[in-house]
């Protein structure tokens, strides 16, 4: 049975920056894929610090994890999830798997550039 909420709840893919408060200049993100891969990075254009796997549960958001060097990639994860406390187009307030709030806020479109020495994506 689907539930009717699901169905007004904002799209997900996109850049989410992580904090208290919107910074979408700088600081930890969230690139959120279309095609249900997740990348946390650093923006404007830093580094990609671990990259795994997402579902939009509408009441949670479940992902696995992989940080660096990305050794275990092929391998079955299981997957964590992170509760949704309040949800909006723009802001996410969310509650790890070990209770920790996380807030993510939706970046405009065009706020991730290519790294240094690199023209574009």
Not at 42 to 71: C, K
């Amino acid at each position: 049975m689907l539930i009717p909420v699901l169905a007004a709840l904002a799209a997900l893919p996109g850049v989410w920056s992580l904090g208290a408060t919107a910074n979408c200049s700088a600081g930890q993100a969230w690139v959120f894929f279309a095609d249900g891969h997740y990348a946390e990075i650093m923006l404007p254009a830093g580094p990609i610090n671990a990259v795994g796997q997402w579902r939009d549960e509408g009441n949670a958001i479940a992902y696995s994890h992989e940080h660096l060097p990305f050794t275990a990639l092929a391998q079955p994860r299981t997957l964590k999830r992170m509760t949704v406390e309040t949800r909006s187009d723009d802001r996410m307030d969310l509650r790890g798997p070990t209770g920790v709030a996380r807030i993510f806020h939706r970046c405009p479109e065009g706020v991730l550039k290519a790294p240094p020495g690199q023209v574009a994506h």
